[in-house]
T-cell receptor, first 118, second 112 residues
Framework: EPEVTQTPSHQVTQMGQEVILRCVPISNHLYFYWYRQILGQKVEFLVSFYNNEISEKSEIFDDQFSVERPDGSNFTLKIRSTKLEDSAMYFC????????????????FGPGTRLTVL | AQSVTQLGSHVSVSEGALVLLRCNYSSSVPPYLFWYVQYPNQGLQLLLKYTSAATLVKGINDFEAEFKKSETSFHLTKPSAHMSDAAEYFCAVSKGFQKLVFGTGTRLLVSP
């Protein structure tokens, strides 16, 4: 069964460093998302991406964040200058899109990348 | 703006007992509603979804949920709890392909 994959599973970085979190969405999916979950808290939306551009972003997604789909298979989240409060689990998700299919708006989640900022 | 409220951060049941996890939503348009489960140190797995078809939705592992527009609720139930059901459960709402808005989650504890 196709699944969303994310690398690395755990990333440790120093405050102020740049990190890139990588995701491989399910093939042929059209919508891509990043969410984060700070330890013990709820899952929060960061950004959605469709047709090679950001379709929606939250107030969390400020100028230090960026997303890219560099090669048609990977979907990356970059944090330019990490802060202590960026420590969280980051989830990538993808959705089939299209019309006429039962599960077209269902979001499939990857296993997450745990980011620890020291 | 859409939102969901999950009543009870923790719910404890005995193995074999009925599971009831509550979710109320707020939406200005007909919503799509979802229940996700998160096992320790794992990602989010879809249990079931409501997308304006049948109001009673059946999901995996014998879970089901009923959409009640008059009560703006989408409570999750399972007739008989199993030890393996112990996990965090999240209710979420969305509009079409837009972001999922999650509730704060309910941790289900199952005792022998």
């Amino acid at each position: 069964e196709p699944e969303v994959t994310q690398t690395p599973s755990h990333q440790v970085t120093q405050m102020g460093q740049e990190v890139i979190l990588r995701c491989v969405p399910i093939s042929n999916h059209l919508y891509f998302y990043w969410y984060r979950q700070i330890l013990g808290q709820k899952v929060e939306f960061l950004v959605s991406f469709y047709n090679n551009e950001i379709s929606e972003k939250s107030e969390i997604f400020d100028d230090q964040f960026s997303v890219e789909r560099p090669d048609g298979s990977n979907f990356t989240l970059k944090i330019r200058s990490t802060k202590l409060e960026d420590s969280a689990m980051y989830f990538c998700a993808s959705s089939p899109g299209g019309s006429g299919r039962v599960s077209y708006n269902e979001q499939f989640f990857g296993p997450g990348t745990r980011l620890t900022v020291l | 703006a859409q939102s969901v409220t999950q009543l009870g951060s923790h719910v404890s049941v005995s193995e074999g007992a009925l599971v009831l996890l509550r979710c109320n939503y707020s939406s200005s348009v007909p919503p799509y509603l979802f229940w996700y489960v998160q096992y320790p140190n794992q990602g989010l797995q879809l249990l079931l979804k409501y997308t304006s078809a049948a109001t009673l939705v059946k999901g995996i592992n014998d879970f089901e949920a009923e959409f009640k527009k008059s009560e703006t609720s989408f409570h999750l139930t399972k007739p008989s709890a199993h030890m393996s059901d112990a996990a965090e459960y999240f209710c979420a709402v969305s509009k079409g392909f837009q972001k999922l808005v999650f509730g704060t989650g309910t941790r289900l504890l199952v005792s022998p």
